[in-house]
């Protein structure tokens, strides 16, 4: 053996290299590999999950969105309505204060116009017996230019102050 080299101890090394190698790939590569396949798959799943709840959230989102959207459009219609029918209160409330007003008003005039002619009735029927009553005064008294005039006189004094006192008493009421 040149250089004291024992190839049959170099064969039996390498044999216990291969069965070194061996034995600790099946104890250790493989259950290493197999735990690193296992720990892939957790996270491709544990991805897949995440996606799916972020597509659903995202699905969520965008109903609660639309539904918020349309509670706002809701809403404004809601308002709309109770603003018209607020506008129609109110002016049905303006028109029954002026159809009351106008009742009012017109009442009072029907009741003015009774006490014009009420007035006028009581002034014509004054004005006849004051008519009358001169009247028979001048038949009565002897009749002298001088007396006539005095009796004319007495007469329109008498009606004025009967026409004024009339107006000043209904003026008052």
């Known amino acids: 053996m040149p250089l004291n080299i024992d190839y049959l101890q170099i064969l039996l090394h390498m044999l216990n290299f291969v069965i070194l190698a061996g034995g600790l790939t099946f104890i250790l590569y493989n259950p290493v590999n197999r735990f690193l396949e296992q720990r892939r798959d957790q996270y491709a799943e544990a991805e897949k999950r995440n996606r799916k709840a972020a597509e ?3 699905k969520l989102r965008t ?7 349309d509670s ?3 809403i404004a219609e809601r308002k709309k309505i109770a603003e018209k029918e607020w506008a129609d209160i109110s002016a ?3 028109r ?3 159809e009351k007003a ?4 017109l009442a009072a005039e029907e009741e003015a116009e009774d006490r014009k002619e009420h007035i006028l009735e009581s002034a014509q029927t004054e004005i006849g ?3 009358v009553t ?3 005064k001048l038949l009565s008294d002897t009749v002298t230019p001088e007396r006539n005039s005095a009796l004319y006189d007495e007469f329109i004094r008498l009606a004025e102050g009967t026409v004024s006192e009339k107006r000043t008493k209904h003026g008052k009421k």
Do not use: C, M, P
């Open 134 to 136: 001169a009247t028979q």
């Open 102 to 105: 106008s009742a009012i008003i």
């Open 96 to 98: 029954e204060a002026k």
């Open 129 to 131: 017996e004051l008519v």
């Open 72 to 74: 706002d459009i809701e």
């Open 92 to 94: 049905r409330y303006i």
């Open 63 to 69: 109903e609660y969105e639309q539904k918020l959207q």
């Open 56 to 58: 659903e959230n995202e």
